[in-house]
């Protein structure tokens, strides 16, 4: 049954408004706009899922490999005193080194838009090179590279292109990054100035491998590096000027990739990003000697283009790359996880939920890695991780701000209306359960006082004329009553003409209610003696009072009707406190209490045996005890 007054009852749609936060939130999670925030969340999971795959040797039949311009070529001679673009000759006998080992196809990730073979400079240095180019290209054998990044694209110069076979061996090689600019996604195919529509250059190097894409793929970063085949430009170079072309037999049949890895040029920042090791830099000698320590010892960001495209083509021709699963299978996923941490945000205190957030948020960082790493077994499954940790987020403060400013503020409207009426302790009670208003009881043991005033009748006659000064009378004594009974744990459970019930036990549970109880009894005893002595000057009405105390098990609850109840107790103990309080008068003793309390007292309570007696109602005796107010 609730109040009279009907106001919103915040606690009561709680949950509906939890479960109403956590559909739409995971809505959203599964929605096409959080797929930017799951491919950056991709970039948190990517070195756990890296490390749960681990390195495995090099096979012979892996199907790609890479060969590097470093800085360490470009310290070894004969490139240390030659500009890059008279390195024409040396790239010819590499690409022509690679044909005759029958190589799939070559991919050069370097573009030459300027020669010296012009007029003026050197002609006929290029011949060698067009030459290797004609040769591994008019057989399908070899993809140029060019950049489409501004209306004015970057493309071999014109020689080049015509020896290579025209514009069908020249693809398009600029990477799309993310609004970011964080490299995560490759197209299969990219638009031409002419609206024509071309394979990507990985995208075209995996075709001639055989497997040619249709759709764009989010790129394998998982696969370890060891996978690849790495070599550096200088080293294979030497191999073919030794006179060990045969060696070169270690990439029939691969695709092989030529561009850069230098500290500064053609780097990327991907989806890699926080991995230490990046780029292959375990690189392997083709002609058995042993080449220089070449182990990532910076930490980069970024990551050299060579190796995008590398597993860029690799995710094409393996179909490795991370797939993000069906949105309705997010949709549920995200609904449970996102409903389970709303309601655990209802149950406990913003420090526990915290807690409770971070701890789901690093079972879902694993949870979301060991997805990601199955890519060793096909195609890894990116879960919305970051999206449904930041929906987690939105969930924390949404609901404990729902808590704080709606169920607070009808917790201080309960508080607001009840405190002048009801007990501070179950004021607080109903605030924390306003379920609790209605109408039933329970089983409790209490201590029960009941404390009248002596004479009162007397003195009401006495001040008939004068019924301000009555009051003031009846309430400094409730006032002192009051303030000792709950100074002691007790609760006021109401005030009857010039009497006071006092209740231990109800509605909040206490230790010992029955030592509680006499200390009470005595602190009010002691505390009217206190008023008396300091009115005396004053010729104030003294106060005079008899207390009954008494223990055992009673109802507590709401009683009355359905409109209108109080919260009480009822029972046998609360009858006997108040026929202890009347036998004081009968006995001549101020403070009584009965076997049910005296027996619970500690040593520092002082008791005395009056009698043994039925008390008035009653037909079982009661043994009565008074309690001493010379007690240390």
């Given at each position: 049954?609730?109040?009279?007054?009907?106001?919103?009852?915040?606690?009561?749609?709680?949950?509906?408004?939890?479960?109403?936060?956590?559909?739409?939130?995971?809505?959203?999670?599964?929605?096409?706009?959080?797929?930017?925030?799951?491919?950056?969340?991709?970039?948190?999971?990517?070195?756990?899922?890296?490390?749960?795959?681990?390195?495995?040797?090099?096979?012979?039949?892996?199907?790609?490999?890479?060969?590097?311009?470093?800085?360490?070529?470009?310290?070894?001679?004969?490139?240390?005193?030659?500009?890059?673009?008279?390195?024409?000759?040396?790239?010819?006998?590499?690409?022509?080194?690679?044909?005759?080992?029958?190589?799939?196809?070559?991919?050069?990730?370097?573009?030459?838009?300027?020669?010296?073979?012009?007029?003026?400079?050197?002609?006929?240095?290029?011949?060698?090179?067009?030459?290797?180019?004609?040769?591994?290209?008019?057989?399908?054998?070899?993809?140029?590279?060019?950049?489409?990044?501004?209306?004015?694209?970057?493309?071999?110069?014109?020689?080049?292109?015509?020896?290579?076979?025209?514009?069908?061996?020249?693809?398009?090689?600029?990477?799309?990054?993310?609004?970011?600019?964080?490299?995560?996604?490759?197209?299969?195919?990219?638009?031409?100035?002419?609206?024509?529509?071309?394979?990507?250059?990985?995208?075209?190097?995996?075709?001639?491998?055989?497997?040619?894409?249709?759709?764009?793929?989010?790129?394998?970063?998982?696969?370890?590096?060891?996978?690849?085949?790495?070599?550096?430009?200088?080293?294979?170079?030497?191999?073919?000027?030794?006179?060990?072309?045969?060696?070169?037999?270690?990439?029939?049949?691969?695709?092989?990739?030529?561009?850069?890895?230098?500290?500064?040029?053609?780097?990327?920042?991907?989806?890699?990003?926080?991995?230490?090791?990046?780029?292959?830099?375990?690189?392997?000698?083709?002609?058995?000697?042993?080449?220089?320590?070449?182990?990532?010892?910076?930490?980069?960001?970024?990551?050299?283009?060579?190796?995008?495209?590398?597993?860029?083509?690799?995710?094409?021709?393996?179909?490795?790359?991370?797939?993000?699963?069906?949105?309705?299978?997010?949709?549920?996923?995200?609904?449970?996880?996102?409903?389970?941490?709303?309601?655990?945000?209802?149950?406990?205190?913003?420090?526990?939920?915290?807690?409770?957030?971070?701890?789901?948020?690093?079972?879902?960082?694993?949870?979301?890695?060991?997805?990601?790493?199955?890519?060793?077994?096909?195609?890894?499954?990116l879960l919305p991780v970051l999206p449904w940790l930041l929906a987690a987020a939105v969930s924390f403060v949404a609901i404990y701000s729902y808590r704080v400013i709606l169920e607070d503020q009808s917790k201080r409207w309960v508080t607001h209306a009840f405190r002048h009426y009801l007990s501070p302790t179950l004021v607080s009670k109903l605030a924390q359960e306003p379920d609790s208003l209605k109408l039933g009881g329970?089983?409790?043991?209490?201590?029960?006082?009941?404390?009248?005033?002596?004479?009162?009748?007397?003195?009401?006659?006495?001040?008939?004329?004068?019924?301000?000064?009555?009051?003031?009378?009846?309430?400094?004594?409730?006032e002192i009553m009051a303030q000792k009974i709950e100074m002691h744990d007790g609760y006021i459970d109401k005030f009857i003409g010039d009497a006071v019930m006092g209740i231990w036990g109800a509605p909040v549970a206490v230790e010992n209610v029955e030592q509680k109880a006499a200390e009470a009894a005595l602190a009010c005893a002691a505390a009217i003696d206190a008023w008396n002595a300091e009115q005396a000057d004053d010729?104030?009405?003294?106060?005079?009072?008899?207390?009954?105390?008494?223990?055992?098990?009673?109802?507590?609850?709401?009683?009355?009707?359905?409109?209108?109840?109080?919260?009480?107790?009822?029972?046998?103990?609360?009858?006997?406190?108040?026929?202890?309080?009347?036998?004081?008068?009968?006995?001549?003793?101020?403070?009584?209490?009965?076997?049910?309390?005296?027996?619970?007292?500690?040593?520092?309570?002082?008791?005395?045996?009056?009698?043994?007696?039925?008390?008035?109602?009653?037909?079982?005796?009661?043994?009565?005890?008074?309690?001493?107010?010379?007690?240390?």
């Amino acid at each position: 049954m609730a109040l009279p007054v009907r106001r919103f009852d915040a606690r009561r749609h709680r949950y509906t408004f939890a479960f109403g936060l956590s559909f739409v939130l995971a809505f959203l999670t599964a929605s096409p706009i959080a797929d930017f925030w799951t491919r950056v969340g991709g970039d948190f999971l990517t070195p756990l899922a890296a490390k749960i795959v681990g390195d495995e040797p090099i096979a012979s039949s892996w199907p790609i490999a890479v060969i590097v311009i470093d800085e360490a070529t470009h310290n070894s001679p004969p490139f240390d005193e030659t500009p890059e673009v008279a390195w024409t000759p040396y790239l010819g006998n590499v690409i022509n080194a690679l044909h005759e080992a029958n190589a799939a196809v070559i991919g050069l990730d370097i573009i030459y838009p300027k020669t010296i073979a012009g007029r003026g400079l050197a002609p006929g240095f290029d011949r060698e090179f067009l030459q290797s180019l004609a040769a591994a290209g008019r057989n399908g054998k070899l993809v140029l590279s060019e950049t489409r990044l501004s209306e004015t694209p970057i493309r071999p110069y014109r020689g080049q292109e015509i020896a290579v076979g025209g514009a069908d061996n020249i693809r398009p090689v600029h990477l799309t990054p993310d609004a970011d600019n964080v490299v995560r996604r490759h197209p299969a195919f990219l638009s031409l100035e002419n609206g024509e529509r071309v394979h990507s250059f990985a995208g075209e190097i995996s075709a001639r491998l055989g497997v040619a894409p249709t759709n764009d793929i989010l790129i394998d970063f998982v696969t370890p590096r060891s996978q690849f085949f790495a070599f550096r430009f200088s080293d294979i170079y030497d191999c073919i000027a030794a006179g060990k072309a045969e060696d070169m037999k270690i990439f029939e049949g691969k695709a092989v990739l030529i561009g850069t890895a230098l500290d500064i040029e053609d780097r990327h920042v991907a989806a890699n990003r926080f991995q230490r090791d990046k780029d292959f830099s375990n690189l392997q000698s083709p002609c058995g000697v042993a080449t220089s320590d070449t182990e990532t010892s910076i930490y980069r960001a970024s990551t050299s283009g060579v190796f995008v495209e590398a597993r860029a083509l690799y995710t094409f021709y393996r179909d490795t790359g991370p797939k993000i699963p069906d949105r309705i299978l997010m949709f549920v996923s995200g609904l449970v996880f996102l409903a389970g941490l709303a309601f655990l945000f209802l149950r406990v205190g913003p420090l526990p939920g915290a807690i409770g957030v971070s701890l789901a948020s690093g079972a879902l960082w694993a949870l979301g890695a060991i997805s990601l790493s199955q890519t060793v077994y096909g195609a890894g499954v990116l879960l919305p991780v970051l999206p449904w940790l930041l929906a987690a987020a939105v969930s924390f403060v949404a609901i404990y701000s729902y808590r704080v400013i709606l169920e607070d503020q009808s917790k201080r409207w309960v508080t607001h209306a009840f405190r002048h009426y009801l007990s501070p302790t179950l004021v607080s009670k109903l605030a924390q359960e306003p379920d609790s208003l209605k109408l039933g009881g329970e089983r409790r043991r209490v201590a029960v006082l009941f404390a009248d005033l002596a004479g009162f009748t007397s003195t009401s006659e006495k001040l008939s004329d004068r019924p301000e000064e009555l009051v003031s009378h009846l309430n400094q004594f409730f006032e002192i009553m009051a303030q000792k009974i709950e100074m002691h744990d007790g609760y006021i459970d109401k005030f009857i003409g010039d009497a006071v019930m006092g209740i231990w036990g109800a509605p909040v549970a206490v230790e010992n209610v029955e030592q509680k109880a006499a200390e009470a009894a005595l602190a009010c005893a002691a505390a009217i003696d206190a008023w008396n002595a300091e009115q005396a000057d004053d010729n104030a009405q003294p106060i005079n009072i008899r207390f009954g105390v008494s223990a055992g098990e009673v109802i507590a609850g709401n009683l009355g009707s359905k409109d209108r109840f109080n919260y009480t107790v009822i029972g046998d103990a609360v009858n006997r406190a108040a026929r202890l309080e009347q036998e004081n008068k009968r006995v001549g003793t101020r403070i009584l209490v009965d076997h049910s309390i005296a027996a619970h007292l500690n040593s520092e309570i002082l008791t005395k045996f009056i009698e043994e007696t039925a008390l008035r109602g009653q037909k079982k005796t009661t043994k009565l005890y008074e309690l001493r107010q010379d007690a240390p």
